[in-house]
């Protein structure tokens, strides 16, 4: 009997050996892997599996390796609630994405509900972490902070001229445009014209008309960069020369794909270049020897997989809700994005946004350059 007991002893000291070995964090990337944003979809995933590469490589997040769960929303909010219950149901605990914040928001509500936490790089609309919700943060900054930016340059730099508003009608899109118009208004400055249009066009003649008209010699659009290429070029077509500027969603090379060589001197918002930061300097040297270059949200997806790193081994703990409490502490993260404390909201304490340029580099492809 004492030798079946030792036995059994041994083969359940064996099963739970098995059970550590193979236990895994499993986290979840919802974003538009295809559909109009895929090229911002490209960048996150390019950045999540980076990251969860280089961590697995050092032992992975409490000694359990990151398995990883792709979810595409099609920027589409139906689609990406659809997604967040299928990670419900596959038992993930930690969710990068989504991209637009459209997306993000509802998504959010269900992984709340279900003891999810949700780090997002780029959804930038203030509603997201003004809910109170214990489980939401992001890598990136808000948009009331990029729209003030922008109407602090427009308002400095455009003195005199006159500025027309367009949008997308997106939540993003036209809660940046909103943003953009207040700070522009308390500043004294008034638009000479505001209009929305529909994302998924492909002729925006109309309001093209409508900007030729008003004589704006500076275009603010709030959207992203598919429906804003295609303005700048029909606006180029009709022989309107005025200036775009936009937000951090025009920041994809396919903006210059789409609106041809009238993008040149365009302008917009963004983080400042995370790619310059000495604690990028080791992972963009990776990217490059992939010939992957690390654009706009790629490096914001890499932190966010950091952050769940960091915040896990802070709290000693890969429970959701311990994670996220020790993000909310206030003590500050080493990302390749540099260093990164949160306040309750889930909001970066030290997000700032700077002015770029689209130009030409040297080989005539048509860049953006932090100014």
């Given at each position: 009997?004492?030798?079946?007991w030792?036995?059994?002893?041994?083969?359940?000291?064996?099963?739970?050996?098995?059970?550590?070995?193979?236990?895994?964090?499993?986290l979840?990337?919802?974003?538009?892997?295809?559909?109009p944003?895929?090229?911002?979809?490209a960048?996150m995933k390019?950045?999540?599996?980076q990251?969860?590469?280089?961590?697995n490589?050092?032992g992975?997040?409490?000694?359990?390796?990151?398995t990883?769960?792709?979810?595409?929303?099609?920027?589409?909010?139906?689609?990406?609630?659809?997604?967040?219950?299928?990670?419900?149901?596959?038992?993930?605990?930690?969710?990068?994405?989504?991209?637009?914040?459209?997306?993000?928001?509802?998504?959010?509500?269900?992984?709340?509900?279900?003891?999810?936490l949700q780090?997002?790089?780029?959804?930038?609309?203030?509603?997201?972490?003004?809910?109170?919700?214990?489980?939401?943060f992001?890598?990136?900054?808000?948009?009331?902070?990029q729209?003030?930016?922008a109407?602090?340059?427009?308002?400095t730099k455009?003195?005199g001229?006159?500025?027309?508003?367009v949008?997308d009608?997106?939540t993003?899109?036209?809660?940046?445009?909103?943003?953009?118009?207040?700070?522009?208004?308390?500043?004294?400055?008034?638009?000479?014209?505001?209009?929305?249009v529909?994302?998924?066009?492909?002729?925006y003649?109309?309001?093209?008309?409508?900007?030729?008209?008003?004589?704006?010699?500076?275009?603010?659009?709030?959207?992203?960069?598919?429906?804003?290429?295609?303005?700048?070029r029909?606006?180029?077509?009709?022989?309107?020369?005025?200036?775009?500027?936009g937000?951090?969603?025009?920041?994809a090379?396919?903006?210059?794909?789409?609106?041809?060589?009238?993008?040149?001197?365009?302008l917009?918002?963004?983080?400042?270049?995370?790619?310059?930061?000495?604690?990028?300097?080791?992972?963009?040297?990776?990217?490059?020897?992939?010939?992957?270059?690390?654009?706009a949200?790629?490096?914001?997806?890499?932190?966010a997989?950091?952050?769940?790193k960091?915040?896990?081994?802070?709290?000693?703990?890969?429970?959701?809700?311990k994670?996220?409490?020790?993000?909310?502490?206030?003590?500050?993260?080493?990302?390749?994005?540099?260093?990164l404390?949160?306040?309750?909201?889930?909001?970066?304490?030290?997000?700032?946004?700077?002015?770029?340029i689209?130009?030409k580099a040297?080989?005539?492809?048509?860049i953006y350059e932090?100014?």
């Amino acid at each position: 009997m004492s030798k079946l007991w030792l036995s059994g002893l041994v083969l359940a000291a064996g099963l739970g050996l098995a059970g550590a070995a193979q236990a895994q964090v499993k986290l979840g990337m919802a974003g538009p892997i295809t559909g109009p944003s895929a090229a911002t979809g490209a960048q996150m995933k390019n950045g999540v599996d980076q990251a969860i590469a280089d961590i697995n490589a050092a032992g992975g997040i409490l000694g359990q390796k990151i398995t990883l769960s792709l979810g595409d929303d099609v920027s589409d909010p139906k689609q990406g609630v659809s997604i967040a219950n299928k990670f419900v149901g596959d038992g993930i605990k930690f969710v990068v994405g989504n991209y637009n914040s459209g997306v993000s928001i509802p998504s959010s509500e269900v992984y709340n509900e279900n003891g999810i936490l949700q780090i997002t790089p780029a959804s930038t609309n203030p509603t997201f972490t003004e809910r109170k919700l214990w489980n939401v943060f992001r890598t990136c900054g808000r948009d009331d902070q990029q729209g003030a930016v922008a109407a602090d340059y427009i308002v400095t730099k455009m003195a005199g001229k006159k500025i027309a508003i367009v949008h997308d009608k997106t939540t993003y899109g036209k809660g940046l445009a909103d943003e953009t118009k207040k700070g522009m208004n308390a500043k004294g400055m008034t638009e000479v014209l505001y209009e929305g249009v529909n994302t998924g066009e492909k002729d925006y003649a109309a309001v093209v008309s409508k900007i030729k008209q008003s004589g704006a010699d500076l275009v603010y659009f709030g959207g992203l960069y598919t429906e804003g290429g295609l303005i700048v070029r029909q606006m180029r077509d009709q022989g309107v020369q005025a200036v775009m500027m936009g937000g951090d969603g025009i920041a994809a090379a396919e903006f210059a794909s789409v609106g041809g060589p009238g993008v040149e001197g365009s302008l917009m918002t963004f983080g400042p270049d995370p790619t310059r930061r000495p604690q990028a300097a080791a992972v963009v040297k990776a990217f490059e020897a992939k010939k992957i270059n690390p654009e706009a949200y790629t490096l914001y997806s890499y932190a966010a997989v950091q952050l769940i790193k960091l915040g896990a081994e802070k709290a000693k703990s890969l429970d959701p809700k311990k994670v996220a409490e020790a993000i909310h502490s206030g003590d500050t993260f080493d990302t390749v994005l540099g260093p990164l404390s949160y306040n309750a909201k889930g909001d970066r304490k030290d997000a700032d946004y700077v002015v770029y340029i689209w130009k030409k580099a040297a080989d005539g492809k048509l860049i953006y350059e932090q100014m």
